[in-house]
């Protein structure tokens, strides 16, 4: 009821201006009281009027009143303050529902300040005082202030349990050490406390090493976020100016055939047109002539009809008109039939480029340390298998191809491909017709003696000596060689050789984007025989070499699953 006085009281000293307090009050003319610096504030604003009021009851005031503090209305502020904080002092230092109230206090409980592990109570800052002045209570141990004390007294001796039994794991009385725990190890709970306060301090190590870990994981991630960003926003802006090109360039081919179209349109239209007026010209004349020929016709003086017949009938010679064609003419037809022709070649080519693109998009991943990292068992290597064939258009032509073009077989006899810009003219080589970018896996089976599985670029030679064209003889390509049971690693010219067991099939793993080519011997197990960490900077193409003359040898792009 006090603090609803205090309350009730302190609306009346409150200003209608700040809703607060008053601070340095003062009272205008008409009654009313503000702070001084709240009304100084508010006329200050009707200076240009040069008439003040009063913000509650708009009495005007002219000239502006002299402000002097209320030193009565400014002391029965203070007093107001002061009840208002021993009030809400008192309020404070009793427990409510959420504390721990002093065992000791009798009526309102007073907020516990101290508990004691020994008493085991919970005292307020008065009833602690003894355990500050009392020699065997300062020897109790102090805790903050908790609800949990009677967990620390035994349930069946009603004793504090201080003691620790290691073979139980639990905290027991002294009386449960000669009792149900007679001969466990049990040592005293500050010892115990102490062993496991250093294995805590480890694991807290352990957990801080581990934060700072994922921290550091967390803002690696963050800077891969806004790669990811920047890179799709270039390849789409880049993509967008790539196809607006595009797009450029069919507009102005569709403009150019329209032009030729209408131009030829003009040259011919105008060439009959010429043909058809002098044909006119003509009907007109043999008009003309068919009429003087009626009237001489009709001439009953013999002599004259003999006299003017001459001149009569002589006719001018006829406009040729063998150029006229009878017979149905095509006209743009063709041109029609060419440009759908370049229709269907675009679609083709959209539809063949269009999946290279899908696959590279859907690869896309973000270089989380589970995605970087490479498979570890052939199913897992299976996820990133592709359809690969082999392409006519590059082979040597002593390469015959079957399968589907996934298999080649090195022959004496001279395979009949066309004339191609692509083909390999020497080294017994092809490569694939599909590009492979993101991450792939195939593997190969071969038979005979020797065989070179590679991959290259597609600008690789394709004719010259071995160091231009050759798979691992140059920069533009890389290649497990198996020759006589053995295997060795070839790049730009420089063999490399490895252990491993020999198989018949090799898988062949590559993640374009971070850069990882490796080689696996397949069997029952897959083993690692070669990995290449690089940067590529194009697309690969996959490939066989064949050793000259051993003829008969194979090798196969397997259907794997």
């Known amino acids: 009821m006090a603090q609803q006085g205090a309350q009730l009281d302190g609306a009346k000293f409150c200003c209608s201006i700040c ?34 009021s009063c913000p509650q009851c708009r009495q005007s005031f002219t000239p502006r009143p002299v402000l002097v503090k209320s030193t009565m209305l400014a002391d029965l502020v203070e007093e107001l303050k002061k009840t208002r ?35 085991p109570a919970s005292y307020c800052e ?48 002294y009386l449960c050490s000669v009792d149900e725990h007679k001969g466990h190890d049990t040592v005293s709970a500050k010892a115990e406390r102490t062993e496991r306060q250093r294995e805590l ?29 920047r890179s799709a926003d270039k390849a789409v802006e880049d993509s967008e100016k790539i196809f607006t090109e595009l797009i450029r360039l069919l507009q102005k081919r569709s403009s150019d055939v329209k032009q030729q179209i209408r131009s030829q349109q003009e040259t011919e239209v105008g060439r009959v047109k010429e043909l058809q007026e002098k044909l006119q010209q003509e009907i007109t004349e043999l008009k ?44 743009f037809e063709d041109v029609t039939a060419a440009v759908s022709e370049l229709r269907d070649k675009l679609q083709d080519i959209l539809k063949e480029e269009w999946t290279n693109i899908s696959l590279t998009v859907t690869e896309v991943d973000a270089l989380l340390s589970e995605s970087k990292s490479e498979p570890k068992t052939r ?42 810009t692509d083909r390999f003219t020497a080294c017994g080589q092809v490569l694939s ?55 060795t690693f070839w790049f730009n010219s420089i063999s490399t050789p490895v252990s491993g067991p020999v198989s018949s099939r090799v898988g062949v793993y590559l993640d374009h984007r971070a850069g990882i080519l490796s080689f696996y011997s397949v069997s029952e197990t897959m083993t690692l025989l070669h990995r290449v960490q690089t940067t590529f900077t194009q697309p690969l193409y996959a490939g066989f070499q064949f050793y000259s003359n051993n003829y008969g040898d194979t090798a196969e792009l397997c259907k794997v699953k």
Not at 202 to 207: A, D, E, F, P, T
Not at 299 to 304: A, F, K, L
Request: charged letters at 25%.
């Open 19 to 52: 809703l607060d307090l008053l601070k340095d009050p003062v009272t205008i003319p008409c009654g009313h009281s503000y702070c001084m610096s709240c009304i100084n504030n508010f006329w200050d604003e009707e200076d240009k009027k040069e008439i003040y």
């Open 85 to 119: 904080f021993q009030a809400a002092a008192a309020d404070l230092c009793y427990a409510g529902p959420e504390d721990v109230a002093c065992d000791f206090c009798t009526g309102r409980k007073l907020k516990a300040f101290k508990s004691c592990l020994t008493c």
């Open 126 to 173: 008065k009833h602690l005082q003894p355990h500050y002045d009392v020699a065997p209570l300062k020897k109790h141990k102090l805790v903050d202030p908790s609800k949990k004390l009677q967990e620390n007294i035994c349930s069946h001796h009603d004793e504090v349990m201080k003691m620790f039994c290691r073979t139980d794991q639990q905290i027991i009385c």
């Open 201 to 229: 301090e480890v694991s807290r190590l352990n957990i801080q090493q581990r934060i700072q870990d994922r921290e550091k994981d967390v803002k690696l991630l963050q800077q891969e976020v806004e790669a990811v960003s």
């Open 288 to 331: 003309r002539k068919d009429a003087e020929l009626k009237q001489l016709s009709h001439t009953e003086d013999h002599n004259q009809f003999l006299h003017n017949y001459p001149s009569v009938s002589q006719l001018s010679e006829p406009t040729d008109s063998s150029s006229i064609n009878i017979r149905p003419l095509r006209y």
């Open 379 to 420: 199913a897992g290597f299976l996820r990133y298998s592709h359809e690969i064939t082999l392409d006519p258009n590059n082979a040597d032509t002593q390469l015959l191809l079957s399968d589907g073009n996934r298999k080649a077989k090195l022959t004496t006899q001279q395979q009949s491909y066309s004339s191609h």
């Open 433 to 487: 017709r599909e590009s492979l970018t993101g991450r792939c896996y195939w593997e190969v089976e071969w038979s005979g003696t020797g065989v070179r599985v590679a991959v290259a670029y597609k600008n690789i030679s394709r004719a010259g000596n071995s160091s231009e064209c050759a798979f691992g003889c140059n920069d533009k390509s890389w290649a497990l060689y198996y020759y006589n049971n053995s295997y």
